[in-house]
């Protein structure tokens, strides 16, 4: 199942979506939630109230794709979305949870995972570096 389904329902639910896309994928990100939360919001609400079967049905190919999740390369200022960053492969070939990224476009090395454990978002660090524009 495509990911149509799930922008339909969304924006029926009063979701927006940004002009921004991944990428990699360049699918536009869902604006203003996170994957967490709206994984909430599927099961609590959506599931049932759009009679869905499966996650499959909603989620489709490319499941994480909030804007609250992307990766923003600090070097290039390419956007990534989450399900982008875990199909990433490491240098050994795995993918998945990562403590540090590399920006598949310019290659630069990220390491806001090693600092402190859990990505700390864009806008914060752009904040600190004096680039947020």
Do not use: H, W
């Given at each position: 199942?495509?990911?149509?389904?799930?922008?339909?329902?969304?924006?029926?639910?009063?979701?927006?979506?940004?002009?921004?896309?991944?990428?990699?994928c360049y699918e536009n990100f869902i604006n203003n939630i996170c994957f967490h939360k709206l994984c909430k919001l599927y099961y609590n609400l959506l599931a049932k109230k759009y009679n869905m079967q499966s996650e499959d049905e909603f989620f489709g190919?490319?499941?994480?794709?909030?804007?609250?999740?992307?990766?923003?390369?600090?070097?290039?200022?390419?956007?990534?979305?989450?399900?982008?960053?875990?199909?990433?492969?490491?240098?050994?070939?795995?993918?998945?949870?990562?403590?540090?990224?590399?920006?598949?476009?310019?290659?630069?090395?990220?390491?806001?995972?090693?600092?402190?454990?859990?990505?700390?978002?864009?806008?914060?660090?752009?904040?600190?570096?004096?680039?947020?524009?």
């Open positions: 199942m495509s990911t149509q389904l799930m922008i339909e329902i969304l924006s029926k639910e009063g979701f927006t979506f940004t002009d921004k896309e991944c990428c990699v190919d490319n499941p994480v794709r909030c804007y609250n999740d992307r990766f923003e390369c600090f070097t290039c200022r390419n956007v990534l979305c989450d399900t982008c960053i875990q199909n990433i492969q490491d240098e050994n070939g795995t993918t998945g949870d990562k403590e540090e990224i590399r920006c598949p476009i310019c290659r630069t090395l990220d390491i806001r995972g090693r600092l402190t454990f859990n990505l700390l978002p864009t806008e914060l660090l752009l904040d600190i570096k004096g680039l947020n524009k």
